[in-house]
């Protein structure tokens, strides 16, 4: 419990001035090497994880989910934040009782999304999405870690990019109790500008992934922090399925031109 109390005040201090990268490891190894990188905090990306297990993304379970959380958790020295998507529960009080479950974890903070899978109907209503955000702040309360609640309106990757309304969104999660903002799927600075203005004093989290913005651009909006979401894995899968398809289809080997080292992964470990 120290250990996480510290890694939870670390994380709340990363989010009061500045900007960090929060990148997104799928597995012990990825976030291995991603501290040995020198980033101040690691991210879990559902689709990463769920990938690394043989599933789509959504796919596995809240007991899938909990374990990789306790492994990554323990096994780095910097905070990390879970991808907790939709708490794996609609109602609110399954929402608390799975943070609960997560908190338990070690880990230092933690997202609930607003999705709800259904693209006939692809956000909670309002309401009910603000009674989860508020369950899920009490059950963090009531563990008594202080972890830092983000919570995230999925408007723009859900098939409902309106600004105006994941302002709003972000704005009732903000009075529920988040600690952080997040909107995915928004790629244009000022509307970016637009939503920290707006949802100022509460730090946002901006999702880069793909090549729109650099590090010292979403910094100068004023975004406290940035995360990659699966773009990682997808990196790592991308050159895999490309050697994979050569040496299936021409029987040729050009790929692995150009790679690591076994010597230079294998000293990523070394430390």
């Not at 995360?227 to 790929?255: N, Q």
Request: hydrophobic content about 50%.
């Amino acid at each position: 419990m120290a250990a996480q109390l510290d890694r939870v005040a670390l994380f709340r201090q990363l989010h009061q001035s500045g900007c960090f990268v929060i990148p997104n490891p799928w597995d012990l190894g990825s976030a291995r090497v991603l501290t040995h990188l020198g980033f101040k905090a690691l991210a879990t990306t559902s689709a990463g994880f769920a990938w690394s297990t043989g599933h789509r993304d959504n796919g596995v379970t809240v007991d899938d989910v909990l374990g990789h959380l306790r492994v990554i958790a323990q096994a780095v020295h910097v905070p990390v934040n879970a991808d907790f998507e939709g708490g794996f529960a609609i109602e609110p009080d399954g929402v608390a009782a799975n943070v609960t479950r997560a908190v338990a974890t070690g880990i230092a903070g933690l997202s609930i999304e607003d999705s709800t899978g259904n693209p006939d109907n692809p956000l909670f209503d309002l309401p009910l999405a603000v009674d989860r955000i508020r369950a899920a702040r009490r059950a963090i309360d009531q563990a008594g870690a202080g972890v830092v609640l983000t919570a995230r309106s999925e408007g723009f990757i859900a098939g409902r990019p309106d600004l105006s309304q994941t302002i709003a969104r972000l704005t009732a999660y903000a009075e529920a109790g988040a600690d952080c903002l997040y909107a995915p799927g928004i790629k244009a600075l000022p509307d970016l500008a637009a939503l920290i203005k707006a949802v100022a004093p509460k730090p946002v989290n901006v999702l880069v992934h793909v090549p729109f913005a650099t590090v010292a651009q979403v910094a100068d909006i004023g975004a406290r922090r940035i995360s990659v979401g699966g773009s990682l894995a997808r990196v790592a899968w991308s050159g895999f399925l490309d050697a994979a398809k050569e040496i299936a289809s021409s029987g040729t080997f050009s790929r692995f031109a150009g790679t690591r080292t076994g010597a230079d992964i294998n000293a990523l470990f070394d430390r």
